[in-house]
């Protein structure tokens, strides 16, 4: 069964410091989506890709949080600096839902294993 | 205001009962989606269940069903028969329609924990 890959699993960095996560949405998936989930939370979008462009980024943190889908396929999400309340599970999923196929596809999104980053 | 709100932060049920998990949503819009997922203490989102605005019918999926009371706004999933391996974090979320740009939007979740 196809999934959507995430690396590392977990990551733990110190403040200031550079950390990238990346995923892999499960092959035909046009939809990607970036979550960050507090501990006690439940998860909130970063950012949302159409194949390789942006389509909302409202809630991304741009001074330090940068996310690029250069080929629509994967993804990268960057944190730099590192700050201590970016301490989360950080949650890719992707959708097949697209904007030729949104009324017809209840667009069931399909989840990673997450990483989940601690930042001391 | 709260689009999706779940009121049970944490449930204790004994083992082969059934449980209702609570969800309420707001939105304006007459077409949405509602979903139901699952989070063990693994991190990974498991989907459970959807139910559509205009479905005339509650959803079922094996031991899971959706008890969809549109009037109300509710949506609150049941689980019949309950076992050990249901243990985990459940969140409600509801998408609205974007012409493609859908999201979801998630509540704070409620921690089931199955009694042997």
């Known amino acids: 069964e196809a999934e959507v890959a995430q690396s590392p699993r977990y990551k733990i960095t110190e403040k200031s410091q550079a950390v990238a996560f990346w995923c892999d949405p499960i092959s035909g998936h046009a939809t990607l989506y970036w979550y960050r989930q507090i501990l006690g939370q439940g998860p909130e979008l970063l950012v949302q890709?159409?194949?390789?462009?942006?389509?909302?980024d409202s809630q991304l943190p741009k001074d330090r949080f940068s996310a690029e889908r250069l080929k629509g396929v994967d993804s990268t999400l960057k944190i730099q600096p590192a700050e201590l309340g970016d301490s989360a599970m950080y949650l890719c999923?992707?959708?097949?839902?697209?904007?030729?196929?949104?009324?017809?596809?209840?667009?069931?999104?399909?989840f990673g294993p997450g990483t989940r980053l601690t930042v001391t | 205001a709260q689009k999706i709100t779940q009121t049970q932060p944490g449930m204790f049920v004994q083992e082969k009962e059934a449980v209702t998990l609570d969800c309420t949503y707001d939105t304006s819009d007459p077409s949405y989606g509602l979903f139901w997922y699952k989070q063990p203490s693994s991190g990974e989102m498991i989907f459970l269940i959807y139910?559509?605005?205009?479905?005339?019918q509650n959803a079922t999926e094996g031991r899971y069903s959706l008890n969809f009371q549109k009037a109300r706004k509710s949506a609150n999933l049941v689980i019949s028969a309950s076992q050990l391996g249901d243990s985990a974090m459940y969140f409600c979320?509801?998408?609205?329609?974007?012409?493609?740009?859908?999201?979801?939007?998630f509540g704070t979740g409620t921690r089931l924990t199955i009694i042997p």
């Open positions: 999923a992707s959708s097949s839902t697209s904007r030729d196929t949104w009324n017809v596809d209840f667009g069931e999104q399909y």
């Open positions: 139910q559509g605005s205009y479905d005339q």
């Open positions: 890709f159409q194949d390789e462009s942006v389509v909302d």
């Open positions: 979320a509801m998408r609205e329609p974007n012409f493609g740009n859908e999201k979801l939007t």
